[in-house]
């Protein structure tokens, strides 16, 4: 059984940093693209960035230069380190796997984490 688990989410304050983590296990994810996304409560959910099998990451405009993901392959986990943060960056952070090197659909989903920039 195939199961995300995010962890690493809190409240920051604007200018600071975060690192949430996503624990893949049932399966091994690395060849597969895997990615964030953010929603907040009554808005459409956000893909914020991914990262597909053969290790090309993809961001979303607002966290450009700002947001890295990346995997650790021996642990089966994915990251996402924010910096600069903003208080526009505040929303539930869910990963995601899909089931083929690219990033067209995501099929597996962890139950989030919650992360609050304040101004």
Known sequence: QVQLV???GGSVQAGGSLRVSCAASGYTGNKYCMGWFRQIPGKERERVAVIDGSGGTYYAYSVKGRFTISRDTAK???????????????????????????????????????VTVSS
Do not use: V
Request: net charge negative.
């Open 6 to 8: 995010e962890s690493g």
């Open 76 to 114: 089966n986990t994915l990251y996402l380190q924010m910096n600069s943060l903003k208080p526009e960056d505040s929303a539930m952070y869910y990963c995601a796997s899909g089931l083929t090197s690219y990033c067209s659909q995501f099929t597996y989903w962890g139950q989030g984490t919650q």
